[in-house]
Structures are given as C-alpha cells and as structure tokens.
C-alpha cells in the first residue's frame, strides 16, 4: 500500500505543475491592464509604467512565470491588487468557512445518497425504489439558486428557525449545505442504485444467499462493498465540483468563503487573488482525486497490486 501511495503522489507533481501553466496563462489572457487599474483613470502613462515595472509586467511572459513560480514554492501568492494585502491571508481567512461547507454538503449527501440508493435497489421496481428515484430527479432538476431562496423563505423568514446568511453557528451552514449538496445526494443515489443492481446479479451474490445468509449480511456485505467503487469515483469528483459551486452558494447565503472572495476578486478584476484562487481549487481537485486512487487500493486490494 505504501508503495502505491508514493507513486500516486508523485504523479501529482507534474500534473500541479501543468495547472500552474495554466493558471498563469490564463490570467494573462484576461482582457485589462492591472497597472492601469491601480494607477486609476487619471493617471499619466509614466505613473502606469511605474507601477508595472513594480509589479514585473515589463518582463518577458516566461520570466513572469519564472518568478511567480519562485514565489509559489516559497508560499508567496502576492498581494492583492485592490486592498494590498497578502492573498495568503485572504485566502487563509475564508478558506474554513467555504471547507466546512463542502464538507457538510458532502457527509449528508453520501449518507442519504447511499441510502436512498440501496433501497432502490433492494426493492426494485416497487414504491420505495420509485420515491427514491423521484428525489433523485428533483434534486438534479431544481436549480440550486432557486432552491436555496425557497429555504431561506420557508425556514427563515416564515418560520425563523435557521438565519439567512452568514456562518456565525453551525445553524448558518444547514441551509447552504442542503442547497449544495441535493443535486450530488441525487447523483449519488442514481450512482448507488445501478452499481447496487449491477452487483447483486453476481455470482457470489446467488452462492451466499443459497448459503443461508441473511439479506443484511449479503447487502451489507459483500454487495455493498464491491458497489463502492463506482460510488467512490462519482463522489471524488463531485467534492472537487462543490468547491466550484460554493461560488452561487456562498453569494446566496452572504456566507463569507473563498466562493464569495472570487465573485468579489472578479468584479474588481483582482487578478492575483483571481490566480491564486484557480490554482488552489484546481490543487483541491487533485487532492481530492488522490485520496479517491488511495480508496480504490482500500477498497480493491486487486487495483493496489496492479499498480505495483
């Protein structure tokens, strides 16, 4: 297994380095001059060429790169071009909230998810698997923006049990987790069902059940675990798509994350924070989609062996 992680890990260290190409490219497409919009309206053309020698505009793009990624290894994603402070900090400040979130939406989308899945499976073609399916079509269809006022209507401003906005207590993440996570928890039910279906007419399925065991030996089990897989994978990714969608999310919600930093970063054309915000989202996903190639060996000792 340890040999199987280390050759994972070390295929990620191209793959941040593309990303980081990338990343920087991209911002340097951008449409707008940084310089200009911090020198402002009225400034001169020697004031706008001052500050982009400041900030090494004048240099050729590769030894822009070069030096960003000096700064990069060394941990230095700049300074904001709007406020001039450190992005680290910036990001370091709002980086729990947007976390927390993902990981809320994430834990009860597995869980209900599955479940619903599981059901549907065992019982299939009758009314459970019907009223699961039946969630997991609402949840993919209902636009995530949409659902989220409806709840803040319903549950804050007709009923007042949970706040509109803001992450001041554990209340304040139940809403925008429920609205991030339906369309994954419908997803992962539909998931869960077919590789459930798809796993109970194997082989041993039939042996273990002409064996004697019980149902809840032979669902829980054995299908279950080798049904994982397929769930594991559709869960890997859509974790790293909910840091994305806490964008709507978190500006529904006023909830102070690294969602709303961008939106804000983007409206004032921030780009260094704009930079460093793509380039951690993108090293989230694929930390994400590490630790899932860490869970196929866990889960398929046959996977870790191959790799090997």
Known sequence: MGRYALQRLIGVIPLMFVVSVLVFLFIHLIPGDPARLIAGKEATLEEIQGIRAELG????????????????????????????????????????????????????????????????????????????????????????????????????????????????????????SITLGAGIMSMLARFSRSSMLETMREDYIRTGRAKGLREFVVVGRHALRNSLIQVVTVAGLQFGFLLGGSVMVETVFSIPGLGRLLVDSIQFRDYTVIQAELLLFAAEFILINLIVDLLYGVLNPKIRYAGN
């Open 57 to 176: 505009l004048d240099q050729p793009i590769w030894k822009q790169y070069i030096d960003y990624l000096g700064d990069l290894l060394r941990g230095d994603l700049g300074k904001s071009l709007k406020t001039g402070q450190p992005v680290t900090d910036m990001l370091s400040s709002r980086f729990m909230p947007t976390i927390w979130l993902t990981i809320f939406s994430m834990v009860w989308a597995l869980i209900i998810g599955i479940l619903i899945g599981i059901i549907s499976a065992v019982k299939r073609n009758k009314w459970p698997d019907y009223a699961g399916m039946l969630t997991a079509i609402s949840g993919i269809s209902i636009p995530g923006f949409w659902l989220g006022l409806v709840l803040i209507q319903i549950f804050s401003v007709e009923l007042g049990w949970l706040p509109t906005g803001g992450v001041d207590s554990w209340k304040g993440y139940v809403l925008p």
